[in-house]
């Protein structure tokens, strides 16, 4: 996948606005949302900051982004994201709705998507760890343990392992809202060695 950083913004946000009026089926969504468990414990946790998912995009790149632009719509990733960071970066939990547009069979979410946001939620956890923010996919393993149903909700937990000068290495998983573990993965990311060069040293941050 392309270098990204998480672009936090502690600000708070307007889970309403989507860039577009929503439909009758993701009003329905979003009021299931705002109910679901694990929303409201991440909301008033001191522990967890929500940050606007794709917020870190410039509008050109958010408008080509597969996750953000083409997947999104009734049927597909009907709502924006809920994302949020530990204070440290080195954990996210995302929450979204897998619409029923999103299969490889018929009723099961296809393994390509489940990849795909693997891919983007691991960045999240070791880009902020990785020079200047920037890194790419060197390596992402996946195993899927059991089918992920369309049309449900699922929850994405990612978290930092360990960093090795330029690598990260990060581990994620795909939950029902019961923990009913779907899918979970493995990552390694590198930063480039001209983003290394440029980053700052610890006697010129301390200075």
Known sequence: MNGHG???DAAPL???DQGFTLSEAQESLFEQQESLAIVQELSASPDWIEVKAY???SEAAHDVSLTASTLRGDGKIA???LKFFNKEKTQCI???HLGKKLCGHAGIVHGGMLATLLDEHLAY???PSLPNYTGFTANLSVDYRKPCKADQWVVIRGKLDRVEGRKAYANATVETL???LLTEA???YVSPRMAAEAAPKAEEMNA
């Open 178 to 180: 019961d923990q009913t």
């Open 6 to 8: 998480p672009g936090a």
């Open 186 to 188: 493995s990552a390694l």
């Open 14 to 16: 307007n889970r309403r």
């Open 94 to 96: 995302i929450v979204l």
């Open 55 to 57: 917020g870190h995009m």
């Open 125 to 127: 956890v070791s880009l």
């Open 79 to 81: 709502l924006r994201p």
